[in-house]
């Protein structure tokens, strides 16, 4: 691993030599300590029986589900959680051999047949599903039962069978072969709100589920509920495994929640400047000639654009650092340029280096001041990267 001061390494698949990073116009930069240290805090708010599951899924946010997922597993998390198969696949293809759950709902034989070749754990969200689980197993002479967890819904409304219907549900699983419960679970929709209501009335709906499966004599092996917001809010929802994402990734889901752990944020992108020009005091910038120059100015066009995952809406209102000073973004960002009135920097140069997400001595730009101008949340920001900006994973 290489320190930042020394030639990063790609992330993932993407191979390139010395040279080909540095002539890179565009990269996320994965920092892999921070990755690291973040995990560390976050086991020492839980118990030493509670399992911290990371989940990688969404191409861990975005950051690069390989290397994410190697080095969490190295730093005390013991499951992954991914959305979908092709996801864990990628994972058991770069060999990582930890348990990894897929929390997405799963049907076919095709599906199936990949979630038992490549030993993956499936959710089982309705009796119907798991009947198909079954059947299928049987049909292809599949020898061994494999792991399943059953989904409760207790108000997210989305996957998972009622939680009024937890026992009758978890009775039918446990006697279909080839079926074996590794554990029973639930999603907080408001973990991350001020008001605990609807949260408290959940805890307690997945409690009553519980009592139920319990009165039939079913003692379940592992239960988990809590996400980000909830692992960092109150140990009572801990149980026996959390289900991380976005805090380990170094940003709080919720502004209240931000003094809780010395997150660092893992992410940071950036670019170079390809051109330096001066334009005179009436001269459009950009598509539309949204932004007409007052006064004559020195630009700076970047290699980046909404192609690359930098939102369109932020034309304008967004910020960037060069040389650990903000400069104002104008004009309407394009395809694969944006531009920057660099104006008060008279020495820049091109090739220079652009943080546009990230921290320059005391200056910090983060995904969560592009989301709150965008009026969105910062998992759809880390998520919008496309894979045409290669990861560099460093420490």
Known sequence: MLSRKQTPRLAENQQCDTYAWFSQR????????????????LR??????????????????????????????????????????????????????????????????????????????????????????SETLEAIKFTDSIPVHIKLDTGMSRLGTNWQQA?????????????????????????????????????QRFEEAIAQIKALGIKPPCLHLANSAATLCDPALHYDMVRVGLAIYGLSPAVHLRSHLDFKPVLQLKARVTHIKTIAAGTGVSYGHRFIAPHEMRLAVVGIGYADGVPRNLSG???????????????????????????????????????????????????????????TISWEILCGFKHRLPRVGVI
Not at 330 to 355: F, H, K, R, Y
């Open 26 to 41: 565009a990269w996320v930069e994965i920092d892999l300590g921070a990755l690291s240290d973040n995990v560390h805090q």
């Open 317 to 375: 209102k967004m910020q960037v650092l060069i040389q650990g000073r903000r400069v104002p973004q104008i004009g309407a960002i394009t395809m694969d340029q944006l531009m920057l009135d660099v104006s008060t920097i008279p020495n820049i140069q091109e090739g220079e280096i652009v943080t546009l997400l990230g921290q320059e001595g005391k200056e910090e730009i983060s995904a969560d001041d592009w989301a709150e101008q965008l009026n």
């Open 44 to 133: 020492s708010l839980l118990s030493p029986h509670t399992e911290l599951m990371a989940v990688v899924k969404a191409d861990a946010y975005g950051h690069g589900a390989v290397t994410v997922a190697q080095t969490v597993l190295q730093s005390g998390a013991s499951w992954l959680g991914v959305a979908t198969v092709p996801e864990a696949i990628q994972l058991r293809e770069a060999g990582i051999k930890a348990p990894i759950l897929i929390l997405g709902a799963t049907h076919t034989l095709e599906q199936i047949h990949a979630i038992a070749h490549w030993k993956l754990q499936p959710t089982l969200c309705t009796p119907k599903q798991a009947l198909i689980f």
């Open 167 to 203: 026992g009758e549900f978890v009775q039918l699983v446990q006697r279909l072969p080839m079926l074996e419960i590794k554990s029973i679970y639930s999603h907080l929709a408001t973990a991350d709100s001020l008001d605990p209501q609807v949260m408290i009335q959940q805890h």
